[in-house]
């Protein structure tokens, strides 16, 4: 998996929020490329963490990772009237941007793995201007794609009321699926300046080009603060181990797979290359509990594919494989990789196992993954691990 290299403010699940000004001539327009050294830019948060597939209502963005990482870095064209801001833990990339008294913020938040639940992020982003909430299928009918470096997101463009004040309120937030990360580009406030900045937050999107990633991290959620609500259906997550880390689980490597390199949230990933060039990635990451349900990350797979959500008694139906003394659903999906537009295949195992889940995923070109499910399987199944119980 590439790494991610520029953050502009992780989304609401780490949502990205952007603001654009209006008149954005060429004497305007400012060309930053983002990075440790630039003396310019807050030091970098920790990296974003993994979390669940939908992220709760309750999150907020004083939420704090541990100190076992670093941001990504992020190359972007920044429009006339748009300032920076003080990173906060969350967030990447920061702006603002005010006309008339008036002001609206712009956040870029990527959160890793299991942060695909797109109605969930966007029915709290409704809640945030005073709209109710939708049901998913409704949800979707409301997404604008848009153009996000060489790749296409979904717009959200909700307008109401802020529910403190009575003001009239605008959000528009921008959800891409990239990899196994999920980037969250949010520009909110006052309703005419966000809609006059519309443009400029879509041209900023098209100009964001994502770079590597120095080292991967988790949110450990044990460092929430004491005065923090309780997030549902999440535990404290087990930060992913180094590659010599003891606690990491060891398995049977199947002939042909070479270590790929990590990227944030996962803990070993393999590259499988196929005849005339193709290849599919295996990827393997943990959370802790359930991680966050099996319905919302099977839908994040096929997201991942183009693929409508399931429902539950779907995937209630879903096979199953013995693996390590529990058992584990397997899932197998034929579609459209949403990052290069070709033909693709998954076949993913998710393992619930000693207060944990394991995600297991074979993702790429659909004769390889075919030749290699097989493997994959009995990869999963010789997996032994130190803490399980």
């Not at 109401?160 to 959000?171: K, N």
Request: proline share 8%.
């Amino acid at each position: 998996m590439k790494h991610l290299t520029n953050y502009l403010g992780l989304p609401a699940a780490m949502a990205l929020a952007i603001f654009a000004n209006a008149g954005c001539g060429r004497d305007g327009v400012k060309v930053y490329h983002a990075d440790a050294s630039d003396a310019t830019t807050p030091p970098a948060a920790a990296a974003p963490a993994a979390m669940p597939d939908a992220m709760p209502a309750n999150m907020t963005e004083d939420m704090l990772p541990p100190d076992n990482g670093v941001q990504p870095t992020l190359q972007y064209t920044l429009p006339a009237g748009w300032e920076k801001k003080a990173l906060t833990q969350m967030r990447v990339a920061s702006f603002a941007v005010s006309q008339n008294g008036k002001q609206a913020d712009i956040s870029v938040i990527p959160l890793g793995g299991m942060a695909g639940n797109d109605a969930a992020n966007v029915n709290r982003w409704r809640g945030a201007v005073g709209l109710s909430t939708l049901p998913e299928p409704d949800i979707a009918k409301l997404a604008e794609k848009v153009p996000v470096a060489d790749l296409t997101g979904d717009l959200y463009d909700l307008a109401g009321t802020a529910p403190g004040s009575g003001d009239d309120e605008r959000i528009i937030g921008v959800i891409l699926h990239r990899e196994d990360t999920s980037w969250f580009f949010k520009m909110t406030g006052d309703a005419a300046l966000v809609a006059a900045q519309k443009p400029a937050f879509i041209s900023f999107l098209k100009s964001v080009q994502f770079g590597g990633l120095a080292a991967p991290s988790t949110m450990d959620l044990s460092k929430l603060p004491p005065s923090h609500p309780e997030i549902a259906g999440m535990t404290p997550a087990v930060p992913a181990p180094s590659a010599d880390d003891a606690s990491k689980p060891t398995w049977t490597v199947p002939t042909g797979w070479q270590e790929g390199q990590l990227s944030q949230f996962l803990i070993a990933k393999y590259v499988i290359a196929g005849d005339g060039g193709v290849q599919a990635a295996v990827n393997v990451s943990s959370l802790a509990g359930d991680g966050g349900g099996l319905l919302p990350n099977v839908n994040r797979w096929r997201a991942q594919l183009g693929l409508a959500p399931e429902t539950d008694p779907d995937v209630a139906n879903l096979p199953t494989l013995d693996a390590s003394g529990g058992k584990a659903t397997l899932i197998e999906l034929s579609g459209t990789d949403a990052r290069t537009g070709k033909a693709a295949q998954l076949v993913g195992v998710i393992l619930p196992l000693g207060g944990q889940t394991w995600f297991y995923k074979l993702m790429g070109d659909a004769s390889v993954v075919a030749q290699q499910k097989d493997a994959l399987i009995k990869f999963v199944q010789s997996a032994k691990y130190p803490d399980a119980h």
